[in-house]
């Protein structure tokens, strides 16, 4: 089936330049209450929780954004986009878990826009500046704070943390987002990082691309394109996002050579059904971009009305298994909080009771059972090479020890 992705068109009294233009849109985001009520009708609720915002977390949206959420959901009152971008009474209660930081990153944070989790990856936070201040945002701790682009000197003590630490073979530029920033500044980054040879790919993780779509300019594309690999990691949540200029700035990521991924959030309300997920990542596969990640939402500040339960992530995992191609199927991924890292919700397919030395038995997504045999152990036989990439391997599992001692 071919999609049809409609436009997102500018309210009554905005141009449709001024609509196109993304510096019109940044410009022009919305803040206060008043910005939010020309868009919306506003519920108690909603009035409630724009009063705590300084106790939560701030609220910030382009007009592009508020308009899909305010009148693309075909009249409903509970629109799905409008729960990730209205600050809710809900946010100010006590949940059933309550973290300002639930990755730990601030206790793996080397420096102060440095998140080192992982040995051969570093986060490399460059704004903590976002379009949209999305409400089931993990990073509350850091995001939205008014710093802007990372100062001068916090920047070059960064850069040099990746250069002295030779496992770390890709950046994740994050924030805030990235692609808020000028493309003078990025290919600034870009610059500083290729000039790292042990820097082998680049990551941008952005939402710009669902909620000012018109930033992916071609000038912008052509000024990175040089520093590939670059990898694009977008995150769309609803199938509603990928409007027609969504899916032009996307086709015009693909076509200037970045792979392009997406990472969900699972957000009560505003996604947790299959039919969704499907409709989702079935409209990216299209527009050739993989879907990647599905997280289980992170027990952040002010999330309990938009997390779903592990029960409820991992049934919507099984049922897409098996009757969705494995290019459109995501990871169910959920991060143990407190910075223990990610784990994988895979649905386990094992009839364990009739495991045996040497064999297990399945049962597949449709009922097939049937049995795994292993090979006769004495059989096995190390590949004949792997000492040659020994080093290389080495290097990356002590990157991140070397580093704690050092530090
Ligand atoms: S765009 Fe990303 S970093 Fe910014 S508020 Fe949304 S989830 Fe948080």
Redesign the pocket.
Known sequence: MAFHFEKNEPPPWVSPEDWQSWQWQMQHSLRRLEDFAQYFDLSPEEIQGFSGLDRI?QVRTTPYYARLAAHGGRGLSQDPIRR?LMPQARELELGTQQMLDPLGERKNSPHSRIVHRYPDRVLFLLT?????????????H???QDQAFVRSKDYLQALEYIAQSPGVREVIL????PLTLSDAKLKGVMEDLRAIDHVEIIRI???IPV?NPMRMTNELLQTLRPYHPIFMMT?FNHPREITFEAAESLKRMVDHGFPVMNQM?LLNGVNNHPALVQALNRRLLYLRVKPYYMFQCDPSLGTDHLRTSVEESEAIQRELWGRLSGLAMSSLSLDIPDGGGKVTLVPDFEIKEHRQPGRRAYRGWDGVEAEYVNPDPSDRQEPADAHFYLKEWEQIVTSRQKMSEKA
């Open positions: 977390f990730i903590d500046f976002c379009s949209v201040y999305c409400r089931y945002c993990t990073r509350k850091f995001t939205g994050s924030g805030g987002d993780g952005s939402r909620v995150h959030v």
